[in-house]
C-alpha cells in the first residue's frame, strides 16, 4: 500500500494503490506514525496514479493536519491535476501551507530547500 525513504533528510511516503474506504483508518496510522517517527523531518506524500483517490486525498488532508500540529513542513506530489485541485481546495489554511506539486522530484527539492 505504501513505502517510505528519506532522500536528504525528507521523509517521502510513497501511496501505491487506493485502500478505499474500508482502509483509510489503517492508511492514515501507517502514515501519522512515520511523521511522528521522523519529525522533524518535512513529510513529502507522493501519490501513484493508482492512489490519487477520493480516500487518499482525505487521508493526505488528515495528515496535512496533524502536521500543522507538529510544525512539520508538509507537500504532496502527484500527476493527477483533479487531485492537486481538490487537496489544494480542501487544505486547512490554519497552520503550515500544504504545498502541492506535479513532479516528485521538484516536491522533494522543495521541501529539502525549506527545511534548510
Known amino acids: 500500500m505504501l513505502s517510505h525513504s528519506l532522500d536528504h533528510g525528507v521523509l517521502v511516503i510513497t501511496v501505491h494503490q487506493d485502500?478505499?474506504?474500508g482502509g483509510?483508518?489503517?492508511l492514515l496510522t501507517k502514515i501519522s506514525g512515520l511523521v511522528q517517527a521522523y519529525?522533524?523531518?518535512?513529510?513529502?506524500?507522493l501519490l501513484d496514479e493508482p492512489?490519487?483517490?477520493?480516500?487518499?486525498?482525505s487521508v493526505v488532508l488528515r495528515v496535512h493536519r496533524l502536521c500543522s500540529r507538529l510544525g512539520t513542513?508538509?507537500?504532496v506530489a502527484t500527476h493527477s491535476a483533479p487531485t492537486r485541485r481538490a487537496l489544494e481546495a480542501d487544505?486547512?489554511?490554519?497552520?503550515t501551507r500544504l504545498v502541492v506539486h506535479a513532479r516528485a522530484d521538484t516536491a522533494v527539492a522543495a521541501a529539502f530547500a525549506a527545511a534548510a
Open 73 to 75: 513542513l508538509m507537500s
Open 91 to 95: 487544505a486547512d489554511t490554519v497552520g
Open 51 to 57: 492512489a490519487a483517490r477520493d480516500a487518499v486525498v
Open 19 to 21: 485502500p478505499g474506504v
Open 24 to 26: 483509510r483508518a489503517a
Open 39 to 45: 519529525r522533524p523531518a518535512p513529510v513529502v506524500v
